[in-house]
């Protein structure tokens, strides 16, 4: 029963930095207007934030003395998560998709492979280019090199070689990324 309870308890580095939960005796403390004050006890800063009306909030720690800003600190998370959200939305994610062929493959069937490869990259995702082998036709992997060489040069216009042909167990794989 004890085991179940601990998993539920949030841990004592999980609660915001404010008011009472600040560890440190001296601090530099910054203003409602964003001016500092200068370096105070911390008893002194909990009593101008509470006097204001607002939570004292601790901005760095990492700093000789940590700083802290009197601010209201549902705004101050709203702005934190608000900002947090804006930096994930400019992140460009791209995913790794995976071109399957084999090393005797028609011409036809290149063809849908590279358009499956240029569709890829143009969506900004890498492509992984793979090459199986069965049984003893791994001795021509030279043949697996040149494909997957042809294919690069085939999509040099929109991509770049990230990782060369390499052996990959029964496998060869080259990884392209699109080009910037």
């Known amino acids: ?23 440190f005796t001296e601090i ?3 203003d409602v207007q964003g001016i ?19 939570d004292l909030v601790l901005i760095s720690n990492k700093s000789n003395p940590p700083v802290c800003r009197i601010v209201d600190y549902g705004k101050y998370k709203f702005n934190q998560e608000k900002k947090a959200k804006e930096a ?13 062929m084999r090393y005797k493959i028609e011409e ?5 492979r590279i358009n499956q490869a240029l569709r890829f990259l143009q ?14 036709e791994i001795q021509h992997a030279n043949l697996a090199i040149e494909l997957l060489q042809k294919m690069a040069k ?5 991509s770049e070689i990230q990782q060369a042909p390499s052996r990959d167990g029964k496998n060869m794989v080259m990884i392209l990324t699109p080009k910037k």
């Open 108 to 112: 036809h069937d290149y063809q849908v």
């Open 1 to 23: 029963m004890q085991e179940k309870n601990r998993n539920f308890k949030k841990k004592s580095n999980e609660f915001p930095l404010i008011n009472e939960r600040i560890p």
């Open 123 to 136: 969506s900004s995702d890498k492509v992984k280019a793979t090459i199986t082998f069965r049984g003893r």
């Open 28 to 30: 530099r403390l910054i």
């Open 88 to 100: 994930k939305k400019k992140q460009q994610s791209s995913n790794l998709k995976e071109v399957k």
């Open 36 to 54: 500092q004050v200068g370096i105070l006890p911390i008893e002194d800063a909990l009593q101008s934030a509470k006097n204001v009306g607002l």
């Open 154 to 158: 085939d999509l040099e216009a929109v």
